[in-house]
């Protein structure tokens, strides 16, 4: 039986060997004890939990937040220059995928690539130094970063050449106007410091379809004609 505060009750009577009675024992138990233990326990466990998540939030957070950041920085030094800040030759491999599919899409677009490469530049890094040089080559990708579109793109692909990629492109007169533009462009000297260089490029060109209806064909082709300028006098194309 339990009483009005909900113990439980049980009663037996004490009996001697003949049988007659000589008493009576009750016992009287209660919950309330186990209830209050099994409250803390919980209380306790919910208290650890919230302290537990409380700590372990901002950790998280600050764990994700690195991982994107040098995510981040494997994507720069992956598709980056550290020198020139532009693009590099992964990103112009990558780019060419890219325009492939994107000109079977447009059968009717046209793509010009420019293939660059500095006269005399060994000689220059040598006189001047590695970090004169360095810092031409920043000018010099700076310089014909300026004039293109923002369709076009500009990649350092190697020591001292650099790739033009422009779409679109309606014919080979505008072409050959964008290479005229950057002859005269490197008219004007380089300051490097206290003094003024004077470096001049020289340049192959193809377009897509008209000299190659694959890129990586068409790609061979203009670093060819880059090869032949210099071999025809230099700051030319």
Known sequence: AWDENNHLIRAARLRLLDGRTVGHVVMRSGYDRLYRSLL????LFVLAGAGALAISYPLVRRMRRE??????????????????????R???????????????????ARMALLMLDLDNFKVDND????????DLLKQVAQRLFDMLRRSDAIFRIGGDE???????????????AVAERILTAFR???????????ASVSCGIGMFPDDARDLKVLTSHADAAMYRAKRNGKNSF
């Open 40 to 43: 803390a326990f919980a209380g």
């Open 162 to 176: 650099f790739a033009i990629t422009l779409f679109p492109v309606s014919s080979s007169i505008e072409l050959l």
């Open 188 to 198: 004007q000297p380089f300051q490097l410091g206290t003094q003024e260089i004077h």
């Open 67 to 88: 991982v994107r950041s040098a995510e981040a920085r494997l994507d720069q030094l992956a598709h980056f220059d550290p020198v020139t800040g532009q693009l590099n």
């Open 127 to 134: 006189t001047l130094g590695h970090h004169l040089g360095d």
């Open 90 to 108: 992964n990103a112009f491999n990558e780019h060419l995928r890219l325009m492939t599919k994107r000109l079977q899409d447009e059968p009717e």
